[in-house]
Nanobody, 125 residues
Framework: QVQLVESGGGLVQPGGSLRLSCAAS????????ITWFRQAPGKEREGVLC????????YYTDSVKGRFTVSRDNAKNTVYLQIESLKPEDTAVYYC??????????????????WGQGTLVTVSS
């Protein structure tokens, strides 16, 4: 079964930074767009941003612009979400996913075919 595996979450103070990883063992990520989602406590899951196969970024959440970015390491078959200047409202479970297309959707609402299990990011002092 194809699956993505996220890692890198944890407890961080406001203003801190984290790098989340999204890896796969049976899927070659460089051929697909990868979307990062998050689900805050008591809220619906939301799309955050996406990286296309050509490394173009599409942001779905205005509040993360300038603070979040995504990159790839194809040699490691891994996609990274770099998060800077963390705020308490960034607290959420973060997921990576793909709809097995090579481009990012305009609004991040395409049904995803492959998901990770999520990694928890807690921003608190």
């Amino acid at each position: 079964q194809v699956q993505l595996v996220e890692s890198g979450g944890g407890l961080v103070q406001p203003g801190g930074s984290l790098r989340l990883s999204c890896a796969a063992s049976t899927l070659t990520l460089e051929f697909y767009a990868i979307t990062w989602f998050r689900q805050a406590p008591g809220k619906e899951r939301e799309g955050v941003l996406c990286i296309s196969m050509n490394n173009e970024l599409t942001y779905y959440t205005d509040s993360v612009k300038g603070r979040f970015t995504v990159s790839r390491d194809n040699a490691k078959n891994t996609v990274y979400l770099q998060i800077e200047s963390l705020k308490p409202e960034d607290t959420a479970v973060y997921y990576c996913a793909t709809d097995l297309l090579d481009y990012c959707s305009e609004y991040g609402n395409n049904p995803m075919d492959v998901w990770g299990q999520g990694t928890l990011v807690t921003v608190s002092s």
